[in-house]
């Protein structure tokens, strides 16, 4: 036989104040106590499933299980969700409460009225705007309460009506197979509890519209992409008289062209011509902010293996904007494609102390010039 619902059975409104639910219980207890009706099955029957009703509906907890899930909400509850044992009932409440937006629908709630959802975004930044910080105007999308119904979706004037095939609770229990089933919104009312018979123009009955906003916001130095900028009270409108939920901006850095980051440090590739490279010498190079620096070039640097430190010239730290990690740079020596006539001379008259002739050396020239400048063959004149 199926349970009747509990506010049935005690005649009282879904909206009913715990005043009210007492003093209900109390009038039919008396009126079905298997003392009056001696003999009466049928009566005792009913005295005790106005008892259960009653040691629901006063405890707040197992209420709003009740409201929100029925019978079913109940059991599962009870069994633990069915997980065992132990589990604490406001924990599940949390659970199966989150996986619902919105309230209201005349449901009455412990905490009051709910909180809006947040609303997760990406945004976007340059490398340089991550490293100095950036000031942005973002334009946000959110839902709001209807201002015409003030979030009912009914027409103003006309009251909403409790959902039919959810009996107000908002939720209906889909099969898993086996004893268990799983709480979804109701398909009648979207979850809201409540339908709308005359329902609003300006939001078709949802009580919901779209609202839009335009945010300053400061990103601070040192953002990484997954950094989690958190706005507070620019997420979705709750319930009405609930708190607007967060904006949580999700950071992504965009890949620059030149600087990859690797935590606090930069890293580029700078190029030095295959003289510069063996014999060493200072050049100059610009960092991610666009400041000159002169870095040393080590006599006989080596291509893609030669790095050098540029301290304080990485990523400032998010926490502490004034500890920043270095900038290694990677010197790729270019073997030059175009020579002028008196480069081609020289680095003929190169090749020809090196013993080898041109054009078809077996080690690569730059192996030669290195085997040059090392000391095992040429003069020291060479050197500059
Ligand atoms: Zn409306
Ligand atoms: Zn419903």
Redesign the pocket.
């Given at each position: 036989m199926a349970k009747r619902d509990y506010y049935e059975v005690l005649g009282v409104t879904r909206t009913a104040t715990d005043v009210e639910i007492t003093k209900a219980y109390r009038g039919l207890a008396k009126k079905y106590h298997p003392d009056q009706n001696p003999g009466d099955e049928e009566v005792v029957v009913k005295y005790h499933e106005v008892s259960e009703a009653y040691e629901v509906l006063k405890d707040p907890t197992r209420k709003q299980i009740y409201d929100r899930y029925g019978h079913e909400g109940l059991a599962q509850a009870a069994s633990g969700g069915g997980g065992g044992a132990g589990v604490d009932l406001s924990d599940l409440l949390g659970q199966v409460f989150g996986d619902f937006l919105g309230g209201g629908g005349g449901r009455r709630r412990a905490r009051g009225p709910r909180r809006g959802e947040d609303i997760e975004d990406v945004l976007d930044v340059d490398l340089l705007e991550a490293a100095t910080g950036v000031k942005k105007t973002i334009s946000i999308r959110y839902e709001a309460n209807c201002k015409e119904c003030s979030g009912s979706g009914a027409k103003p004037g006309t009251q909403p009506a409790q959902?039919k095939?959810?009996k107000?609770?908002?939720a209906?229990y889909v099969s898993a197979g086996g004893l268990f089933s799983f709480p979804q919104a109701?398909r009648?009312?979207g979850?809201?509890?409540a339908?709308n018979p005359d329902p609003c123009k300006a939001c078709r009955g949802a009580g919901r519209t779209e609202a839009r906003e335009s945010l300053d916001l400061n990103v601070p130095p040192g953002v990484d992409t997954r950094v989690r900028l958190s706005v507070p009270g620019h997420g979705h409108e709750g319930a009405p008289g609930a708190p607007r939920g967060n904006l949580e901006l999700v950071i992504r850095v965009r890949e620059h062209k030149v600087f990859e980051r690797d935590g606090h440090n930069l890293i580029c590739q700078f190029p030095v011509s295959f003289a510069r490279a063996a014999l060493g010498g200072p050049v100059e190079l610009a960092t991610l902010t666009g400041q000159k620096v002169t870095i040393e070039v080590p006599r006989g640097a080596q291509t893609h293996t030669t790095v050098l430190r540029v301290a304080g010239h990485g990523m400032p730290d998010l926490d502490d904007p004034r500890r920043k990690g270095d900038l290694l740079v990677i010197l790729v020596v270019e073997t030059p494609t175009a020579l002028s006539p008196e480069q081609e001379q020289l680095l003929r008259r190169l090749a020809e102390l090196d013993g080898t002739p041109p054009p078809t050396p077996r080690k690569g020239f730059f192996g030669k010039l290195k085997d040059l400048i090392s000391g095992d063959g040429p003069p020291t004149e060479q050197r500059k």
């Open positions: 959902c095939r959810c107000g609770s908002g209906e109701c009648g009312c979850g809201r509890g339908v």
